[in-house]
RNA sequence: GGCGCGGUAGCCAAGUGGUAAGGCACGGGUCUGCAAAACCCGCAUUCACCGGUUCGAAUCCGGUCCGCGCCUCCA
C-alpha cells in the first residue's frame, strides 16, 4: 500500500497517486507579510514541511510553490502607517518569514512568488473570466467572480451559498456586487490604497486575494495539480473561491487532493493578543526555546487535529529530544571504536522493523503518533543492546545512518555543529579528572558545578567524560 | 442556525470490533565516589456520561453533557 491522504474535496481517505508518476507538483497558502508569523501560522508551515518532506522520502520529486501575499489591506496599511513603501515594507517581513523558516528546518520550496509580481498574470486570468462570462465589471472598476455562473461553488466547503447574508463582517467597499456571495477579483482604487495600484483594463486598481492563488499556482504547476494545502481557515472561502476562478477559466479540475491543517490552540484558548497567548517564533526563542524544540512540538500531534501548544510542552520536548540526541552520540562514539566486524544482526533487525513501521504510519494521512513511536521503541532498543555490547561499529554507522535517514523527514535532531567546547571548558574537564583520580571529589565536584554554571553538563561513563550542552 | 472537529493516565498523544502504543512527569531499583545518562520495575480493570447492538466496544448505533473551529480576505 503507498501513501493515503484525507482530501478535503471527498471527505475520505484515499490513495495518494500523482498525476505524472513520481511527481508531485503541490501549492502551499503563504504568509501575508505585514508582521512576524506566529506559532500557528507555523503549525501549517511545518505540516506542510513534513508533508514535503515525506513525499521526497518516498521518492516523489516535489515541486512545491509558496505564495508570498504582499499586497493587500494590511500590508497596504502597515506601510501607509510607517510612511514607507509597500515594497520596502513587505521586504522586511518576508526576510524575517524566510529567517525562521531556516530557525525551524523548514525545507526551502521551489518558488516563492510574490503576489506584486504577478499582477499581469492576475489581469490575464480575470479577463479570462469575463470574456467567459463568469465575472463583471461594477460601475466603480472593480471585478467580481459571478457565483452564480459556477453550479458547483461550495463543493469542497459544503457552504450553501443561498444562505449568506450581507451584514457586518461584509466589507463596505464591495459595493457593485449583484451578489452578497460574489468575491472581488480586482480592486478600483481607492484612497486608502495609497499609492499602491496598477493599471487595468478596468482602471487603476489592484488584485484581490483569492485570484493570486489560482493565477501563481496554475502558472508554476500547471492547470491541474496534485496537492494544494492550507489551514482550515481557508476552506471557506478561499479555496473554495480558488476552484471557482481556476476552473471556470479553464475548464479542468483545479487540484486533485487538498490538504488541510487544523488550528493551534494555547493552553486551550484561541491564540489572541488581547489574551496574552499569542506568540511569534521570535517570542520563543527570546524564552531560550530553540527552534528544533519548537519544531519537535508543532510535528507531534496530527495535522487534522487541533494543537495544544503549550509552554511545558516545549519543555517537554527538550527532554525528548536529549533523549534522542543522547543515543546517536552513543551510537557514534562506537563507530569510531572500531569494535567488531560487519554489522551484527541486532542492529539489522532493528532498522528494518522500524523502517517498516516508520512507513507504515506516515503513509496513513501522516500519522505522526505510531511513527515517533517507532523511533522512540528504536532508541529503547538500541540502548538496550548497546547495554549488553551487542552492537558492533558497523552496526552502529548502520543504526546511525538509519536516525539520519528518517531524520531527512523529521528535521529535528540536533545538529553537531551547534556545540563545541572551548579551550577552557576542555582544561576544567581534564583538570576535573585529575582531582577524580585522587579521588578528591570535593574540588571535582566543584568543577562540575563551575561547568554546569558555564552551559556543560559532564557524564563520567566507562568511556571517561563526557560533555553534554545543559541548555 | 449551517458546516466541521474533539473529549483516552498529572500533561501531550496513538489506537475505530478482540481485550489500552509512544513521549514528558512521577515513584522504586541496577550502575556510579556522588551525580548524569542508560537499563529494569511500577504508573488508565479503563477510554466524558447514559442506554443499545454483539460472544466481545475506547472503537458500531441512539441520546445527553462539555470544549473548540469556520460561516467573505485569519494558517
Redesign the pocket.
Known sequence: MGIRFFNTLT?TIMDFEPLVPGEVRMYT????VYDY?????F???VFEDLLRRYLKFRGYRVIQVMNL?DV???TIRGARREGVSLDEFTARYKQAFFEDLDTLRIERAEFYPAATDHVGDMIALIETLIRKGHAYVSEDGSVYFDISSFPQYGKL?????S?????A???H??YGKQ??????LW?AWDEADGDVSWESPWGRGRP???IECSAMSMKYLGETFDIH??????????HENEIAQSEAATGKPFVRYWL??????VE????SKSLGNFFTLRDLLKRGYSGREVRF?LI???Y?????F?L??L???R??L??ID??RR?LRELVYRRKGHGVDDTSKHLVSRSEEKFIQ?LD?DL????A??A???L??????A??RDAITSDGAALLESFLTKMDRVWGFLEVESEEHPDQEVHALVQE?ERL?RK?N??E??KI?DRLLRMGW??????EG??L?RAK
Request: hydrophobic fraction near 35%; charge should be positive; include cysteine.
Open positions: 471527505r497558502c503563504g504568509p501575508t508569523a506566529h506559532i500557528g501560522n503549525r501549517a508551515y501575499t493587500d489591506d494590511k466547503s459544503c457552504v450553501d451559498t444562505g449568506l447574508k450581507a451584514g463582517r461584509v466589507v467597499d464591495e451578489d452578497v456571495a460574489d468575491f472581488a480592486k484581490g486575494w483569492h494545502t492550507g489551514g482550515i481557515d481557508n476552506i471557506f472561502p478561499h488541510h491543517c487544523a488550528h493551534l490552540v486551550g484558548q484561541k491564540m512540538v507531534g500531534t496530527h487534522r487535529q487541533s494543537l495544544n503549550t511545558s510542552s519543555d517537554a520536548a527532554n525528548a536529549a533523549r543522547d543515543t552513543r504510519a496513513d500519522n505522526v503518533a505510531p515517533l513511536a523511533l522512540f521503541d532508541l529503547r532498543d538500541v540502548n538496550r548497546l547495554d576535573r577524580r579521588k571529589w570535593a571535582a565536584d562540575r553538563i559532564v557524564q563520567d561513563t566507562p567524560p563526557r553534554r
